[in-house]
């Protein structure tokens, strides 16, 4: 099923309303990249776009949508929290509830200052979003120094 472009259009949208008040950003992850079409459009806008996906056949579709849409975007076949998150400025998830507590641990540890973390429907327990418009949440990764600021 592909993501409605209503929905990737809020997203970015969103994003880039929080990126002013924040760093610049220029490489992305999609974790559970799905049909890829996220990390088109992140590529379309300038990103360098990656996406991480556990089903090897919305790999190849990826690709392949990639390809026609003659954006540079890489895909990978894998487990989400298998990726290292320090590379990348954005990193974007759909998830189900249940695994939003281990993917806010992962990038409590994994991400740099400033980066952020766009989810869609489902929300990082214990954090407050920069941003949020419907169901799209947009979240700044501050880290957190010893004496607790």
């Known amino acids: 099923m592909q993501t409605p472009q209503h929905q990737l259009s809020e997203v970015f949208a969103l994003l880039s309303e929080a990126r002013s008040a924040g760093r610049a950003t220029g490489t992305f992850v999609d974790l559970g990249s799905g049909d890829g079409c996220a990390v088109i ?3 379309r806008r300038g990103y360098a776009a990656h ?3 556990l089903n090897p056949a919305l790999v190849l579709w990826s690709r392949l949508q990639a390809r026609r849409a003659r954006v540079k975007a890489t895909f990978s ?3 989400m929290f ?3 998150l320090a ?3 954005v990193v974007m ?5 249940s ?3 281990r993917l806010a641990d992962k990038v409590r ?3 740099r200052e400033g980066t952020h973390v766009v989810l869609y429907r489902f929300a990082l327990p214990d954090w407050q979003p920069v941003a949020q418009r419907g169901n799209v949440r947009v979240y700044r990764h501050h880290v957190q120094k010893p004496n607790g600021t």
């Not at 998830?93 to 509830?97: E, K, Q, R, W, Y």
Request: glycine share 12%.
């Open 99 to 101: 695994l939003m507590p």
């Open 109 to 111: 540890r994994e991400m």
């Open 87 to 89: 590379p990348y400025d």
């Open 82 to 84: 298998a990726v290292p």
């Open 51 to 53: 996406g991480v996906e």
């Open 41 to 43: 459009e992140a590529a």
């Open 77 to 79: 076949w894998g487990n």
């Open 93 to 97: 998830c759909f998830g189900v509830p």
